[in-house]
T-cell receptor, first 112, second 117 residues
């Protein structure tokens, strides 16, 4: 059974810092890995999806990497802003098109 | 981009009543939708997979008769919490995947906060 772990559980940084969020998974036979953002009391917003054949994906200040062999993914946030404060979740599907297994999330606070 | 709309965003009901939550894919057809439940400060727990035109697939431990799912069209799935009790109070979120070749992203609704008094 796939297990997804995110470290750290919470992170507080001053505005402007670059930071890295970590995600690890136990079964490397994944189709893709998706990073989401969740604001308090809201649903999930998809940030980046990395296919299993890819090593990284970039969107603006966000860069996600994937190392299938080691079962790891990182989300790099450059020049963090207070508006980046949210919970960040990574998730992997068990098979193509199937349900996702989520990590517990990293709660990020960016202080002005 | 693809949008998933969920309604209502908040609902308060009395114990013993039933509540229906709607999940719509606004600009794409979704043969499969997923229903999740989230407790405070916890991650999402998959409850069931909703399949258009057929019965939903429930996760272990989720009561089918308690959480009724109907996926009558390619753009609408509904979750009905029957005879709700205070322990059913939670945040319910639906999601749907775009029908693109390969592995497309999963899009989520904004969730429904259910409070049972």
């Amino acid at each position: 059974k796939q297990e997804v772990t995110q470290i750290p559980a919470a992170l507080s940084v001053p505005e402007g810092e670059n930071l890295v969020l970590n995600c690890s998974f136990t079964d490397s036979a994944i189709y893709n890995l998706q990073w989401f953002r969740q604001d308090p009391g809201k649903g999930l917003t998809s940030l980046l999806l990395i296919q299993s054949s890819q090593r990284e994906q970039t969107s603006g200040r966000l860069n996600a990497s994937l190392d299938k062999s080691s079962g790891r993914s990182t989300l790099y946030i450059a020049a963090s802003q207070p508006g980046d404060s949210a919970t960040y979740l990574c998730a992997v599907p068990e098979t193509s098109g199937s349900r996702l297994t989520f990590g517990e999330g990293t709660q990020l606070t960016v202080n002005p | 981009g693809a949008v998933v709309s969920q309604h209502p965003s908040r609902v308060i009901c009395k114990s013993g009543t039933s509540v229906k939550i709607e999940c719509r894919s606004l600009d794409f057809q979704a043969t499969t939708m997923f229903w999740y439940r989230q407790f405070p400060k916890q991650s999402l727990m998959l409850m069931a997979t909703s399949n258009e035109g057929s019965k939903a697939t429930y996760e272990q431990g989720v009561e089918k008769d308690k959480f009724l799912i109907n996926h009558a069209s390619l753009t609408l799935s509904t979750l009905t919490v029957t005879s709700a009790h205070p322990e059913d109070s939670s945040f319910y979120i639906c999601s749907a995947r775009e029908p693109q070749p390969g592995n497309s992203p999963l899009h989520f609704g904004n969730g429904t906060r259910l409070t049972v008094t």
